[in-house]
């Protein structure tokens, strides 16, 4: 299985950005798909998620400006940044649980990494 990240940047505070994050491979079932974050010198923090029925839940500091949805077709999740500030300068990860086969094991993967700067 992998996770493949994409749309991350540089952009001015208060912009906007879209990241996206396809899971391919072996898949059976995807339970959840989420994001989360890290700055340097800082821990990993989860950022927002989503579940197979379509319950998400964010991170306080990212309530009201940020997004997240699915493409359960596509097994392809997305993040929708507004109002960005110079905080959410990290490397954004996306992440999965999922099983790959039937009767197989639930396990998580991550993708790669892409990272997001706010910076006027």
């Known amino acids: 299985v992998q996770l493949q990240a994409s749309g991350g940047g540089l952009v001015q505070p208060g912009g906007s950005l879209r990241l996206s994050c396809a899971a391919s491979g072996s898949i059976f079932s995807i339970v959840a798909m989420g994001w989360y974050r890290q700055a340097p010198g800082k821990q990993r923090e989860l950022v927002a998620g989503i579940t197979s029925s379509g319950t998400t839940n964010f991170a306080d500091s990212v309530k009201g400006r940020f997004t997240i949805s699915r493409d359960v077709a596509k097994n392809t999740v997305y993040l929708q940044m507004n109002s960005l500030k110079p905080e959410d300068t990290a490397v954004y990860y996306c992440?999965?649980?999922?099983?790959?086969?039937?009767?197989?094991?639930?396990?998580?993967?991550w993708g790669q990494g892409t990272q997001v700067t706010v910076s006027s």
């Open positions: 992440t999965a649980v999922l099983v790959s086969r039937i009767g197989g094991p639930l396990s998580d993967y």
